[in-house]
């Protein structure tokens, strides 16, 4: 009898999404796959029969870190440029810090599409996170499959830029995103977010405009 509960929460949270906040047509297979998964996810490792206790997992860091992965990836794409199923789901464990079993749907999405620039892109990041901030040759690979099938997207050099930075390269760091933003269009819309970025690693870096030497502010 504890299912029902379950269930019907499931039910009344998908109604919420497409009557309450007029989720779009478009969107209510994918919406209804991730609680679905959610559902079936649980009924493998939950236990709704026992008693609660704090269990294992992973940390409130990495489960911000997977959402400010997530959302900063999809600064790089139109709202308009739906990721695939598989790419949705993935992110569903990256908000929640499992980077592993992101890294294990992603895999299934480049083998379905091996074309699919933003799955490559969410592998390469999910398989840093999941080694700790380290760029493995696998993720390298990751992010050079995304600029291959997409090499107009500044998204996979941005975020070899950033698992750059995380392995204490902020050189090699600088040096990619001071390229992407001199190739890139003054109207890019991406433009700013990095030039604030770019600014913010060279104050850390201690790298500034000169002093002024007019004597003013003195």
Do not use: C
């Not at 497409?18 to 996810?41: C, E, Q, T």
């Not at 294990?104 to 999941?130: I, K, Q, T």
């Amino acid at each position: 009898m504890t299912w029902l509960p379950i269930i019907a929460l499931a039910a009344l949270t998908f109604g919420i999404a497409v009557y309450a906040l007029k989720l779009p047509r478009s969107l209510w297979m994918l919406f209804a796959a991730a609680l679905l998964f959610g559902l079936a996810g649980y009924a493998m490792q939950g236990s709704p029969d026992l008693a609660s206790a704090p269990a294992a997992g992973p940390s409130a860091q990495q489960s911000e870190t997977g959402e400010l992965l997530v959302e900063a990836r999809r600064e790089f794409y139109p709202d308009t440029a739906l990721p695939s199923r598989f790419v949705v789901t993935a992110d569903a464990f990256a908000r929640r810090g499992q980077f592993e079993h992101a890294a294990n749907f992603l895999r299934n999405a480049v083998s379905e599409n091996p074309r699919d620039g933003e799955a490559w892109l969410a592998l390469g990041n999910a398989l840093v996170e999941h080694a700790n901030g380290q760029l493995t040759a696998a993720a390298l690979y990751a992010y050079s499959q995304a600029e291959e099938v997409q090499p107009g997207n500044p998204a996979p050099t941005y975020f070899l830029g950033l698992a750059l930075l995380r392995a204490g390269q902020p050189g090699q760091t600088r040096a990619l995103w001071s390229e992407l933003l001199e190739e890139a269009p003054a109207d890019a819309a991406w433009r700013p977010a990095l030039e604030m970025r770019l600014q913010r690693l060279d104050a850390l870096l201690g790298i500034g405009p000169a002093p002024d030497s007019s004597g003013t502010g003195q």
